[in-house]
């Protein structure tokens, strides 16, 4: 199970590629080359190539968001938690914006959202625009 | 009565304090030992973060660390040379100035300098690391903190004092040389004569083996501070002031015993 939680943050004196990238480098042994074209493709495929040469600090919460859940995708386990997703979204209307990342063809897997239950309403009201 | 059981318990705690604090430093110091011959610690990631550490430790600061080396070799060299010919004792110059300034001085400066600047900001970086619980979050992702973080850390701190220390030393000796017998090559058979009888196997390997232990003093020592930091970022200031305090005093140990086998 990979996690994206308000808990486990990104390693602050990296960039957002190396924070993704550092996946394949240590644990598939991959080349720095390859490892930092395999983080590229990912948040390109998330919408968010920009975001590659910023530290954790210049991020806003969406971007920040973003490199924690290609770190946790790159990861490839079958189940993707997403914690507390209020705590880390605070900027954007997020069951939306999770729901339009989780849509994308390349995302394979399970996504489960843990939140607190006075949250509920927000979840109803993406499902149920109308 | 009450005032003795309560110094008598505050002092114990102290000791006890220090024997936790120098067992978690062994411990940890045991436990990169056993890693360091694991295959799987020496992938590329690891490699990486260790030149990256040698980098910043040494190549950075190396202009800056040449200019005080020679600085400091200079003032030595002269106020031994001007001791020397006051007493008479101008033949003893060259020796005196190898074994004050090669042997002792110089690794003992080195050590400080990247004490102060590396080891206050490894103390500092893995507060922070521990108090935002990035160590957590790496360990998630089977990035383990130790292989990626500390471990190349310590291997650029020795590596870093061992060639600052190595470097500062032949400075020394070229500056020695020039002051004592001038811009010729007369003095330079007695010179190495000199060189050749102090530098025997015994005092090579002690002085590799005293740059290498301050090269883990100011890497180790600031690693376990780092960590025993509780997770609130007003400790953070706290845990670098105990690290560098205990660099300080290793540093100081490791001199005196050092110099303690050689002359007593």
Redesign the interface.
Known sequence: MA?VAP???????LSALDNIA??P???R????AESNRQAEQLLAQLGHADIAPLRDPDMTPAQRFIAKLA?ALI?GRPRLVIDRPGAMLYDVPYPDFIRQLAAQQEMAGTWEIYDFSWNQALYNQALHPE | MNFLAASIESLGAKVAGWFSVGYGMFAFLAQAGSLLLERATWNRATFDVVVKQVYFTAVQILHVFLGYALVISWLIISIILSTARDFGLTEFASEMTIRVLVLELLPFLTALFIALRSGSAINTEVALMQVNNELDALAHCKVPPMQFEFLPRLIGGVISVVTLASLAGLLALLMGYLAIYGMNTAGFAPFTQTIAKIFDFKIMAGLLAKCALFGLAVTLIPVTAGLETPKKLFMVPVSVLRGMMRVFFAIVAIEVVSLALKYV
């Open positions: 996690r808990d486990l943050p990104l390693r602050a004196n550092l996946i480098l240590y644990q042994h991959y080349s720095a770190r990861l």
